[in-house]
């Protein structure tokens, strides 16, 4: 499954990096995130409990992010498991100032799940892919706008 979008965020490049990759940051912003723990500058374990559309189970797993050049970009290696199945993710992050002032941050990568949760069907779960991927981008976005407000 094929993952790609944009996102403005009010802040500079360099705040919106810092943002994109604060454990706790994410923790509040991403639905069902229970925690993420630091075992290195690059490498976090997840636990997440997820919810929709029938695809209802807790996962652990790996966040991962490598290629980084702080403000500008990087890749975010994602995998996980519970007994609903497995999935992985491989997404490229690209940071990019806006004219106007703020950050668009552009994503694209794609996703891989297998087990009971894979039958649920591709278009259900690409529709539940976007709907995890905006909440979180819209609860880094508040975040960002307490920044600058």
Do not use: C, H
Request: net charge negative; hydrophobic share 40%; proline share 4%.
């Amino acid at each position: 499954m094929q993952i790609a979008g944009t996102k403005e965020f009010p802040t500079n490049p360099e705040q919106t990096f810092e943002l994109l990759t604060n454990p706790d940051a994410i923790v509040q912003a991403m639905p069902g995130m229970k925690s993420l723990q630091a075992k290195s500058d690059t490498l976090y374990e997840a636990e997440m409990e997820v919810g929709v559309a029938g695809i209802k189970g807790s996962y652990q797993g790996t966040l991962e992010m490598l290629d980084v050049v702080p403000g500008e970009r990087y890749r975010l290696k994602v995998s996980g498991e519970g007994a609903m199945g497995f999935m992985e993710a491989d997404v490229a992050v690209r940071l990019s100032e806006l004219p106007a002032g703020g950050t668009e941050v552009a994503y694209e990568g794609e996703a891989k799940v297998g087990g009971v949760v894979a039958g649920v069907g591709q278009r259900v779960l690409s529709g539940v892919a976007r709907f995890l991927i905006n909440q979180f981008f819209n609860g880094l976005v508040k975040e960002a706008q307490r920044v600058v407000g």
